[in-house]
């Protein structure tokens, strides 16, 4: 008994001291090292920053997004980037419900687009390798292995113009006699 006692007298003491806390004049809070005009001002200048700023840097961030499947079509010699760039420009009229398919569509390697045309790079990688080949800053092999390619997109019949005659320019090529030097040979 005497226990209990102790401990009703200890809970009493509780809830007297806990009642004289919560009566307590509750002192003014404050959360800024700003006050008055200072804190007004710099919330004013926030909103408008947040008002002007914020959606344009969501907008570029969203378009830079948006134009990543084209970029990657582009490094990979993708042959159908041109397609890949419209999808990704309707993604972002749609937004961005395409973009995944751009995604994927710019990693994908197109198989049966070799079957029908006899390559799976696009028009401006072969003029790219041609414009090095004239240049001197492709070995003899490579030359060789490009002018196959060429010759293995003829064979189907898929040969625009300008690679008809970047075809006709690397066969000339071939019956140049070689600079050691241009050809990276010692």
């Known amino acids: 008994m005497v226990r209990s006692r102790f401990t009703n007298a200890r809970a009493a003491a ?38 002007c700023v914020v959606p344009i840097a969501v907008i570029v961030l969203f ?67 041609g414009a090095k080949a004239k240049s001197g800053e492709m070995l003899r092999g490579d030359i060789i292995h490009l002018q196959h390619e060429l010759d293995g997109m003829a064979a189907k019949g898929t040969l625009p113009p300008q690679l008809k005659a970047l075809r006709d320019d690397l066969a000339a090529l071939r019956t140049e006699p070689v600079d050691p030097a241009k050809a990276g040979g010692a």
């Open 14 to 51: 509780a809830r007297l001291v806990a009642a004289a806390w919560l009566s307590a004049p509750a002192t003014p809070a404050s959360a800024s090292f700003l006050s008055g005009e200072t804190l007004d001002t710099a919330a004013t200048a926030l909103a408008w920053f947040v008002v």
């Open 63 to 129: 378009w830079m997004v948006h134009v990543l499947p084209e970029k990657i079509a582009e490094k990979r010699h993708h042959p159908q980037k041109d397609a890949i760039h419209t999808l990704c420009l309707l993604s972002l009229v749609f937004g961005g419900l395409l973009w995944p398919i751009a995604w994927l569509w710019a990693y994908s390697k197109p198989i049966g687009y070799r079957l029908a045309y006899g390559t799976e790079k696009h028009d401006d990688y072969y003029l790219e390798m």
